[in-house]
């Protein structure tokens, strides 16, 4: 398992755009598959896009084309390029680390061994 730190969260109005990174512990960065995960209050939390270590992709429909994620696998960190926020992406999101196959349940909180601890994104209308 790997630990995970998230950073980058805030306030931010309807439009504008943040950047969160995750630096992940450990020597094997390059073989997880890493994703992002929202929650937002009172929702289960919910997939929003993932990165296998050869740089495949995979988003959730409503982000994609405003999302973008990517990995540096020298720095053991990982990122979400958040552009053209909306309300309804206010969440706690998640950055989370899965050592299965590519392909194999990405979308499924469950298949994650590895969590941090979640940062905060605020966007106001």
């Known amino acids: 398992q790997v630990q995970l730190v998230e950073s980058g969260g805030g306030l931010v109005q309807a439009g504008g755009s943040l950047r969160l990174s995750c630096a992940a512990s450990?020597?094997?960065?390059?073989?997880?598959?890493m994703g992002w995960f929202r929650q937002a209050p009172g929702k289960e939390r919910e997939f929003v896009v993932a990165?296998?270590?050869?740089?495949?992709?995979i988003y959730l429909d409503s982000v994609e084309g405003r999302f973008t994620i990517s990995r540096d696998n020298a720095k053991n960190t990982v990122y979400l390029q958040m552009n053209s926020l909306k309300p309804e992406d206010t969440a706690v999101y998640f950055c989370?680390?899965?050592?299965?196959?590519?392909?194999?349940?990405?979308?499924?909180?469950?298949?994650?061994?590895?969590w941090g601890q979640g940062t905060q994104v605020t966007v106001s209308s």
């Open positions: 450990g020597r094997t960065f390059s073989r997880y598959i």
């Open positions: 990165i296998s270590g050869s740089g495949d992709t």
């Open positions: 989370a680390a899965s050592g299965l196959p590519p392909g194999v349940g990405v979308r499924d909180p469950s298949s994650y061994g590895s």
